[in-house]
């Protein structure tokens, strides 16, 4: 991007907010509370394991909020690659996690207000967030990451912001290079108890690559309460939409150094291209009963994409997906239970509870070519229903304890994948998998002074294959179900200390072994299996 314009326009708080700009300075907060992890509030300082929150002046202080790769940058141990491709989405890695997603994020497990943005497989997309209306993003990285289940290598959650003070209005419009244009509107404050947001923007590019435009729109509704004294209820509905998002592939070294710009033949053959339609709707109740925490989440949601690949007309990979549709409905939800222990020494808090998560796919093929003709839907190859579920139970321990902090907590991970075949002319492919890991957790801090903490910290995590990884077997047209969940054991050692008033050093060495890792087996024609 070589040039940016910004227009803002506020109203009617502009003038409170110049009044709190002539207040006195608040000092730089360099321990914000972070839930992740600990499933509680507690600061980023005080938590025996690698974890950092991004705040909402950082996401969005001179950044476009487009991708989230503007504001994961910053995290160490965290590589965001932005491939400028919108119809493949991001590409992430946590400590090696999710380095070899073929599209999208995988290997690391996405949330936003408590609503999953990966499935229960562990395919995530994170386009999904909406960054204008982000509070904060957290980013667990190592083995406390596991205690969020299967695939789980590092946690991204994002939280927007409550609606509060008094209501307002604004509109922004950002102008730069390669047709970039992005309007954006929202609405928010609060009045008679309760508050709210809305948010609405359209992007356009024209992208600075050939074929590579893209139009994004996305919106945003919140709402959040108090039914009574003891209890909190946020209402969550968030939308992406994305059509005809054109693909420009990837590009010979040569090809590219002769012509950045330029695009692999087979996108203009195939006029390789992806539409989005995403809409989804969550609710959070916390309730206070006693000294005890009730937690309950519940979402639902559907997603449709259909995208066209480069796949070689006439191939077998063509005939079964040369052409990509599928309807998708997901729904779940989760129950925490946090209760304090009082009868020990020390501060400990015991937490229990349970997440489900189901995703179901109405999935066809088709081939990318009739009647000669590239880059069209043809003729049927494929017709399933792929459907994914999670089931976890889990417990976890917080102790403080003097100058020591005791983190351990198990969960018990249960996904199953099944495939109900309805194109039968090659067979009943249809056929169920499912996969089952406890995922323990321990770590232990240790505060040598206030400003100087050491930890400790060792679990074990596993990797399931994902739907899209087990789509294809070598020996057979149908799903390998033959595919095995990798396994991975992590060690962490680290020190977090702070320097003078505006300095925070944290320091971390770790080791992460895995076992039966997924690797690509061949990959010919656009048709990639496993082992």
Not at 85 to 91: M, P, V
Not at 125 to 152: C, H, K, M
Not at 259 to 275: C, F, G, I, M, W
Request: with cysteine.
């Amino acid at each position: 991007m070589n040039t940016l314009t910004r227009f803002t326009l506020l109203l009617p708080g502009l003038l409170a907010l110049c009044d709190a700009a002539q207040a006195d300075d608040t000092a730089l907060v360099l321990d914000p509370s972070v839930v992740t992890g600990s499933r509680s509030a507690s600061p980023t300082f005080d938590l025996p394991y690698s974890v950092d929150s991004i705040s909402r002046e950082q996401i969005s202080d001179g950044q476009l909020g487009i991708n989230a790769s503007e504001a994961l940058s910053r995290v160490p141990g965290l590589v965001v690659q932005n491939r400028q491709n919108y119809a493949q989405d991001l590409q992430i890695s946590s400590r090696g996690f999710g380095a070899r997603s073929a599209f999208g994020v995988r290997g690391i497990k996405l949330i936003a207000d408590g609503i999953p943005a990966s499935t229960p497989d562990g395919q995530g997309q994170a386009a999904t967030f909406n960054l204008d209306t982000a509070e904060r993003i957290e980013v667990l990285r190592g083995p406390a990451a596991t205690l969020y289940g299967s695939n789980a290598g590092g946690v991204i959650q994002m939280f927007s912001r409550d609606g509060e003070g008094p209501p307002r209005i604004g509109a922004e419009t950002l102008v730069g290079s390669d047709g970039l244009n992005k309007n954006h509107l929202t609405a928010e404050g609060a009045a008679n108890g309760a508050g709210f947001v809305l948010d609405a923007s359209r992007m356009d590019t024209d992208g600075y690559r050939d074929h590579s435009s893209a139009r994004r729109d996305q919106t945003f509704a919140k709402l959040n309460f108090q039914p009574d004294d003891d209890s909190k209820l946020a209402l969550i509905y968030s939308s992406l939409e994305q059509n005809g998002t054109q693909d420009p592939l990837g590009q010979k070294w040569d090809a590219y150094k002769a012509d950045p710009r330029s695009v692999a033949p087979e996108a203009l053959q195939y006029n390789t291209r992806k539409s989005i339609d995403h809409q989804q709707l969550g609710m959070n109740y916390e309730r206070y009963i006693g000294d005890a925490t009730l937690q309950v989440n519940a979402y639902t949601g559907r997603r449709s994409v259909i995208q066209y690949l480069s796949i070689k007309g006439g191939t077998d990979a063509d005939k079964r997906g040369g052409v990509v549709d599928f309807d998708r409905k997901f729904y779940g939800g989760s129950i925490h239970w946090l209760q304090p222990i009082t009868s020990v020494p020390g501060d400990l808090t015991l937490i229990s509870g349970l997440d489900y998560d189901r995703s179901q796919d109405d999935r066809q093929g088709y081939s990318n070519t009739l009647n000669g003709v590239h880059g069209v839907k043809g003729a049927l190859g494929r017709d399933e229903i792929d459907t994914a579920t999670s089931l976890d139970p889990f417990v976890q321990a917080n102790w403080l304890l003097g100058d020591w902090t005791l983190q351990a907590g198990l969960r018990h991970s249960t996904m199953k994948m099944d495939v109900d075949d309805h194109f039968l002319s090659d067979g009943n492919d249809s056929g169920s998998k499912t996969y089952q890991k406890n995922t323990p957790s321990v770590s232990v801090m240790y505060a040598f002074t206030p400003d100087l903490h050491g930890y400790v910290s060792a679990g074990k995590g596993f990797e399931t294959p994902t739907q899209a990884e087990s789509a294809y077997s070598s020996t057979a047209n149908g799903f390998n179900f033959a595919l095995k969940p990798s396994v991975s054991k992590q060690y962490e050692v680290g020190l977090k200390a702070r320097v003078g008033q505006d300095t925070r050093l944290n320091a971390a060495l770790f080791q992460i072994t895995t076992e039966d890792e997924l690797v690509v087996q061949q990959s010919s024609g656009g048709r990639t299996t496993y082992q």
